[in-house]
């Protein structure tokens, strides 16, 4: 038998064939053994550079000669720099137009993707209606619906509305995302509701404590909605097959899809053609760069609340 003492208190009996006191266990170390972290990030930056690989390609075709592309297609470094093909993209074909057609169409698409987005998240997170739980399950079912299955359906509705061959048909039927109002909503729900009694008592109204009180805090979701509605805008090419037909409306995925086509005339023309989608693709990638972290942080906060 043992006596043991503990400050503060009294004398501890111990007795025989009772457990004696354990030292502490040291904490076991995170990250696991060396070799399996290296193998980790060897898979990570092998995937990485599968995924890289094709814009490396698309950038050094951009700046060959034709004969150069069409002779070694897959190789990133040309054998001499050309810019020829630059030139050509700008002078030879409507490419400022599809610009300017995608840039106009996005901005608008953006815009009102998001207003609409933030309106009706908030509305299915904090406003009690009859039937909330149905819209919002709407709202999801819209979500697994492949965006081909719309398409005979929207050329149906814009030509009996007579909005065909027109910007108002590459910009209204897109004005709202499902995905957007999913995000939102979830967002708005994390957002504790106390933040809203103050306003409240004061007797603000449902939109003022919407635009005032709750919207600024939604920054993260904001953001990540609007970099989901630029890049879902600016590379929308199914749309615009069944809403517009004439050249002067194509923006630019329609324009280098006909260009793709051979619309230039024969040969692969692969400079051209990759300098085109090069030129394209720039826009999002640097509003996705430019806004990563809070576009994760917006995504985050919705799978967590989900």
Do not use: C
């Not at 190789?75 to 840039?103: A, K, M, Y």
């Not at 939109?207 to 005032?212: A, I």
């Not at 230039?264 to 693709?281: E, F, H, V």
Request: charged share 15%; proline share 8%.
């Amino acid at each position: 038998m043992a006596v043991l003492t503990q400050p503060g208190s009294g004398p501890m009996i111990h007795l025989p064939g009772e457990d004696d006191p354990q030292p502490p266990r040291r904490r076991r170390r995170r990250g696991g053994h060396p070799a399996a972290a290296f193998a980790g990030y060897a898979v990570l930056v092998f995937f990485a550079l599968v995924f890289l690989y094709p814009f490396v390609i698309q950038l050094g075709n951009a700046f060959k000669t034709e004969p150069d592309a069409a002779a070694n297609p897959l190789s990133p470094i040309p054998s001499v720099l050309d810019l020829n093909s630059v030139q050509r993209i700008f002078d030879g074909t409507d490419f400022p137009l599809w610009l300017g057609n995608s840039t106009l169409v996005t901005i608008i698409v953006t815009l009102g993707r998001v207003f609409f987005a933030s309106l009706a998240g908030y509305a299915l997170a904090r406003l009690k209606f009859s039937g909330r739980r149905v819209v919002f399950g709407a709202v999801v079912a819209m979500m697994a619906v492949p965006p081909v299955v719309l398409l005979i359906p929207k050329f149906l509705v814009l030509n009996q509305l007579g909005l065909y061959n027109s910007y108002a048909a590459l910009i209204v039927p897109v004005l709202v995302d499902a995905t957007g109002v999913f995000v939102m909503k979830q967002f708005f729900e994390s957002i504790p509701v106390s933040v809203e009694e103050a306003a409240r008592i004061d007797g603000v109204n449902a939109f003022r404590m919407f635009w005032s009180v709750v919207l600024p805090m939604a920054r993260p979701a904001l953001i990540t909605v609007t970099i989901m509605s630029f890049q879902g805008s600016w590379n929308e090419l199914p749309h615009t097959l069944v809403a517009v037909q004439d050249p002067a409306l194509f923006t630019l995925p329609r324009g280098l899809a006909d260009l793709v086509s051979g619309s230039l005339g024969k040969g692969s023309q692969y400079p051209l053609k990759l300098g085109a989608a090069l030129l394209a693709t720039i826009p999002v990638a640097i509003i996705f760069v430019v806004f990563q972290r809070y576009f994760v942080r917006g995504a985050n906060e919705g799978a967590e609340k989900g």
